[in-house]
């Protein structure tokens, strides 16, 4: 176990089988008979977050479909707490234009204030998609994120500072296989 890790909050093991349930909610919601009944979506991970837990829930959604990244940042550096404002940025020049009369799936790793989600939601929404439904790996267990309206939830997790699988702190620990807590001398240092 890596000398920064605290405590594992989620195995490897519970996300992957979380991904795969999640992607059959997906799948019965966006199939011929489910509310959406697009069949086709655009997936619209946001980065880098999301990108360990979008690679592995993509491969569980068989259909045909567009991704098109999106970074957003409201964490600077080491901060461990939200500065409150998002700054939004397509990673390829033709991304938003792509989301005109598109069913958009956003994917985010872990839902906090929810000044991310909503930002982005009413992005996606300015560029003409035909709907927008939300995604996250995790939410933590405070009011902002609970009353937040998200589609997907794959755990709700304590009001914990996370790493791992997709999630950073000042860019590092995202490869780390399961979502952990660090010592208090890894967040400071
Ligand atoms: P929100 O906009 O406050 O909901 O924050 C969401 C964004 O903040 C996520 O996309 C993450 O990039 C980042 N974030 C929030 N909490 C954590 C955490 O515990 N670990 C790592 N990143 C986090
Ligand atoms: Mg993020």
């Excluded at 996300?15 to 655009?42: F, K, N």
Aim: hydrophobic share 45%; net charge negative.
């Amino acid at each position: 176990m890596h000398a920064d890790i605290e405590q594992i909050l989620i195995s490897r093991a519970d996300l992957q089988r979380r991904v795969v349930s999640l992607a059959e909610e997906i799948q019965a919601d966006y199939g011929p008979s489910g509310p959406e009944g697009a069949g086709e979506i655009t997936l619209v991970p946001i980065m880098t977050g999301s990108l360990i837990f979008v690679a592995d829930l993509i491969r569980h959604l068989p259909w045909r479909m567009q991704v098109h990244l999106i970074s957003a940042s409201s964490y600077g550096g080491k901060a461990t707490v939200s500065s409150g404002e998002v700054r939004i940025e397509a990673r390829e020049p033709a991304a938003a234009e792509a989301l005109a009369d598109r069913h958009v799936l956003l994917v985010d790793d872990v839902l906090d204030s929810g000044s991310t989600l909503r930002r982005l939601t009413d992005w996606v929404l300015q560029r003409g998609a035909a709907s927008v439904r939300t995604c996250v790996l995790l939410r933590k267990q405070i009011p902002s994120a609970m009353a937040f309206p998200v589609h997907y939830v794959g755990f709700d997790i304590p009001d914990a500072f996370v790493v791992g699988y997709g999630l950073d702190y000042d860019g590092y620990y995202r490869n780390l296989p399961e979502v952990v807590t660090l010592k208090h001398e890894a967040l400071c240092s």
